[in-house]
């Protein structure tokens, strides 16, 4: 075996070997707390490390104040499991904020809990709620959106909407009567996400266990993407649960930026040209129309 020349070898020249940590060829292998299975191709994250995450993420929720020693445990096991899970990422970077903003470095010095830090645990919570540890290993290699034939759309209109195209079938969503001459019709980089975000609710079964590169030409909605952040509430009240879906069916998604990006299914969708939608694709049927009743969002 190789493995037994390389001991023999470090053993002649004097380099030593840690045994009990040298293993044989296997299929399931622990390696820096986590089980990776080439056979299932999942990497498990072992249940005592999750419930521990819980019952320190529980009581962010319910108190107002958390002890620095705390706080640093509680990142330091997201950390852990962000090894796996990848997408939780997007989710630490607050608490980090936090941490670093900290002056008093004793262990039980008092930090204020803020919204987002409470936001943030409240979203791990319902992950880790049917969460069994396992993570599937994605796909090496990341697909584009034009490679799926993914497409999405937002009409800065009013009267309109917007619209999302994936390989054959199409969804299409009119902006609430409420929005009319709002600040929120001025926002594009939200009405762009909304699209997307539609997108990868209906169609995640196909997304399953892959690497989505979206090539969009707002830069600030490629900011948002990558960084999983914003400073709009309104944004974020979009990113949150998209990033949790993206965990829960272990999707991982990043944006790049391209000049003049624009597709003719989807912009046809947006407008609500159904003759010149249908014109440059005949055969795609249609999968859901969705209109907004509430006037918030």
Partial sequence: MMLDTFSDICEELGVPIASEKSVGPVTSLK????????????VRIPQDKLLKLKSLLEPILLNKKITHKDLESVVGLMAFCSRAITSSRAFLRRFYDVIGSIKNKKP??????????????????????????DCYL?????I???TLHLYTDSCGNSDLGCGAYFDGKWAQYKWPEAWSNMPIMRDITFLELVPIVLAMFIWA????????LFRIDNMALVSIINKRTA?????????????????????QFK?????????????????FQLKRFRELAPGPSRFQKTTQKSSEI
Avoid at 35 to 41: A, K, R, W
């Fill in 31 to 42: 390696f820096l707390g986590l089980v990776i299975d080439t056979v299932e191709m999942v």
């Fill in 108 to 133: 039980f010095y008092s930090i204020r809990i803020n919204n987002d830090l409470r936001e943030d645990a409240k979203i791990w919570l319902i992950f880790l709620e049917h969460f069994n540890g």
């Fill in 138 to 142: 994605s796909e090496n290699t990341w």
């Fill in 144 to 146: 584009t959106n034009e």
């Fill in 205 to 212: 079964s196909n997304f399953q266990n892959r690497k989505i």
């Fill in 231 to 251: 400073k709009s509430k309104r944004v974020m009240a979009f990113i949150r649960p998209l990033v949790l879906f993206t965990m829960q069916h272990n999707i």
């Fill in 255 to 271: 944006a790049q930026h391209i000049d003049g990006c624009k597709n003719e299914f989807a912009d046809s969708i947006s407008r």
